[in-house]
């Protein structure tokens, strides 16, 4: 990537791949979904806590999250979500997604995207659970697509209400 391009070049791009993204969560295909991530990825989601202090909130790396997986744990969390042993997805969740990108920097050869996300999960007759927050990209360019090496979901919730947790953000 040259350095020239700037990031309003870019937010049409990244806009594009997100929509396509959605369109795949929806149908809850996430082997395809793999293909959006770099060979080398890591998908965090840390724990937020109620605490006086705005740094303290999130959980730091290393320390308890939802989701702290790299490309051999999605893997496997995707391989179980397809067998019969996802006893949790059956009947399968009705999913709808909302992200709003909000902001692009570019460093380098990598783009940073931060976005507003929403996810409406409902299942069965009468669970429903909303997760919403702040998602974090780290994009870089690889065999010449953009690809997510690093995705960073820090949610508004310090509780969910939600009995298991099958929602990619």
């Known amino acids: 990537m040259s350095n020239a391009i700037l990031p309003d070049q870019l937010w049409p791009v990244i806009e ?9 969560l929806q149908r809850a295909d996430y ?3 793999l293909s959006f991530f770099a060979p080398d990825f890591r998908y965090r989601m840390p724990v937020v806590r109620s605490t006086d202090s705005r740094a303290a909130m999130v959980a730091a790396p290393g320390e308890l999250g ?3 997986e790299n490309r051999e744990t999605m893997e496997l969390r995707v391989k179980k979500l397809a067998s019969s042993n996802a006893w949790s997805e059956v009947p399968p969740s009705r999913l709808r997604y909302f992200v709003q990108l909000l902001d692009l920097s570019v460093d380098n050869s ?6 507003n996300v929403l996810v409406f999960r409902a299942r069965n007759e009468s669970q429903e659970n909303r997760y919403y927050g702040e998602r974090t990209d780290r994009f870089v360019e690889v065999d010449g697509q953009w690809k997510i090496a690093e995705r960073t979901v820090v949610l508004d919730q310090v509780r969910l209400a939600a009995e298991n947790l099958n929602v990619f953000l």
Do not use: M, P, T
């Not at 990598?110 to 976005?115: D, G, M, N, R, T």
């Open 31 to 33: 082997q395809d979904w």
């Open 66 to 68: 939802y989701y702290d």
């Open 110 to 115: 990598e783009i940073v995207a931060i976005s």
């Open 16 to 24: 594009s791949i997100y929509r396509h993204e959605i369109r795949i």
